[in-house]
């Protein structure tokens, strides 16, 4: 591989199941939710690499913890990209909805989605087909998870519905990088809701050997979601059904109440 014309991702663990995303062409770095500073900068020195920019997708302190800290030890000059309205130390450059982020280096382009539901102004980062991207790339922060999706601390189930089916538009090789090691978690819930998905039983075993292995299981793609996720999947008879059955409703009218079920039903699993 040619580390100065295709791009690397690559995860760095952060507390018990974070992963910081670093996106790097050999010699430049981008880091995405960063919120703890060492492991960053051990990652960054080990690897020869110098931080160009920080992406941040939303304000919880366990993916900006690290922000002011790295500024201060690589210099206050590198642009932070963050979400509006928030609390975000450091950020310099607020990001908004089909706002096009042109880096030089390490070269990308990367799309702004607003994807609330975890927190009222969460964002994603979605890097289409470039000469240096092999696939499109997705950094989602807690909007979506490997088979599930995040808490909804602040948005509803309506934002969340709508947030999702931003991304289940996506071309279906998109990587997508989310920022928590929740998969098996994940998978144990989304079988109690669909326990006849063959797409779903056959990656809660691969899920499983990757984790003994100490492999992430990150990142995931949009189509494997489409597949194995209750949440991307409120619109699939046995999602519904299973919805119907733990609610005790007769009718449930749209995906978005399905997706309230199931996602209060999660929060109580």
């Keep these: ?17 974070n992963y910081i995303w670093c996106i790097h062409d050999g010699s430049n770095a981008l880091v995405v939710d960063p919120g703890d500073a060492d492991p960053t900068l051990e990652f960054l020195k080990a690897n020869k690499l110098a931080l160009k920019g920080i992406l941040i997708t939303h304000h919880h302190a366990d993916h900006t913890g690290g922000i002011l800290s790295l500024l201060g030890k690589l210099g206050p000059h590198i642009p932070v990209y963050g979400p509006v309205g928030d609390n975000i130390p450091g950020r310099t450059v607020v990001a908004m909805q089909d706002d096009k982020i042109e880096i030089a280096s390490p070269r990308i382009s990367l799309k702004v989605f607003e994807v609330p539901g975890h927190t009222l102004s969460h964002i994603a980062y979605f890097a289409n087909m470039q000469a240096n991207v092999v696939e499109p790339m997705l950094f989602c922060g807690d909007t979506l998870f490997a088979s599930g999706c995040g808490r909804l601390f602040e948005g509803t189930p309506t934002q969340m519905s709508e947030s999702l089916i931003k991304f289940a538009a996506l071309p279906k090789n998109t990587l997508v990088y989310c920022t928590h090691e929740y998969t098996l978690s994940n998978i144990r819930f989304a079988l109690a809701v669909e326990p006849n998905n063959h797409n779903l039983v056959a990656w809660a075993e691969q899920a499983k050997s990757l984790r003994e292995q100490g492999v992430p299981t990150l990142p995931t793609t949009i189509g494997q979601e489409l597949q194995v996720n209750p949440f991307m999947r409120c619109d699939q008879p046995e999602v519904i059904a299973m919805a119907k059955e733990v609610s005790g409703q007769v009718e449930l009218p749209s995906p978005t109440h399905v997706l309230a079920v199931i996602r209060a039903w999660k929060d109580r699993f």
């Design 1 to 17: 591989m040619d580390k100065n014309t295709l791009l690397q991702v690559w995860p760095i663990p952060a507390f018990d199941d």
